[in-house]
């Protein structure tokens, strides 16, 4: 059975302080490990897609980065905006293209 | 584009009652899924369908059932609406591997 755990559950950070939000995974063949950024009230929007192990992606002050077993979100120099829950999911191979999500970290950037 | 929408936004049945969501996706996607987000418990797929005409059960399908009798739409119904149900739900469509979700309808069963 895919699994998917993130760490921490909640994480507080001062503006412009960096930090690594965790998404440790077990799936039977990865097809692609996805960052989704969900805002409250709001539904989930895509971030990235991670493909295989040593892959990077960037965006403004995201980078995701993948190894065998987990992925890491990190945050340069974070923003107030930036705050919201961050959900990791993986895809399977040989699946009809399912998610399995796991619960989230939900980051807050204080001013 | 108006991307994926759903409706209602918001609902509050009673125990038995049956209600039908809806959602609508003007991106020509074939893929489409119903997912239930509760707290501390993540997103989990209830249903998805892979074309027209076609559906399937995901992790959590008991008390529902889906149709997808256009590309564009994918309903949701609830036969008999249970307190478990209470939850938030949320649709996606894919064309690749990336989903794009709805703004979700907030479920209460009282």
């Known amino acids: 059975e895919d699994q998917v755990t993130q760490s921490p559950e909640a994480l507080r950070l001062q503006e412009g302080e960096s930090s690594s939000l965790n998404c440790s995974y077990t799936?039977?063949?990865?097809?692609?490990l996805f960052w989704y950024r969900q805002d409250p009230g709001k539904g989930p929007e895509f971030l990235f897609t991670?493909?295989?192990a040593g892959e990077e992606k960037e965006k403004e002050r995201l980078k995701a980065t993948l190894t065998k077993k987990e992925s890491f979100l990190h945050i340069t120099a974070p923003k107030p905006e930036d705050s919201a829950t961050y959900l990791c999911a993986v895809q399977a191979s040989g699946s009809a293209r399912q998610l399995t999500f796991g619960s989230g970290t939900q980051l807050t950037v204080l001013p | 584009n108006a991307g994926v929408t759903q409706t209602p936004k918001f609902r509050v049945l009673k125990t038995g009652q049956s209600m039908t969501l809806l959602c609508a996706q003007d991106?020509?996607?074939?893929?489409m899924y119903w997912y239930r987000q509760d707290p501390g418990m993540g997103l989990r797929l209830i249903h998805y369908s892979v074309g027209e005409g076609t559906t399937a059960k995901g992790e959590v399908p008991d008390g529902y059932n889906v149709s997808r009798l256009k590309k564009q739409n994918f309903l949701l119904g609830l036969e008999s609406a249970a307190p478990s149900q209470t939850s938030v739900y949320f649709c996606a469509s894919s064309y690749g591997q990336e989903q794009f979700f709805g703004p979700g309808t907030r479920l209460t069963v009282l």
């Open positions: 991670l493909y295989s």
């Open positions: 991106m020509n996607h074939e893929y």
């Open positions: 799936v039977s063949g990865l097809r692609g």
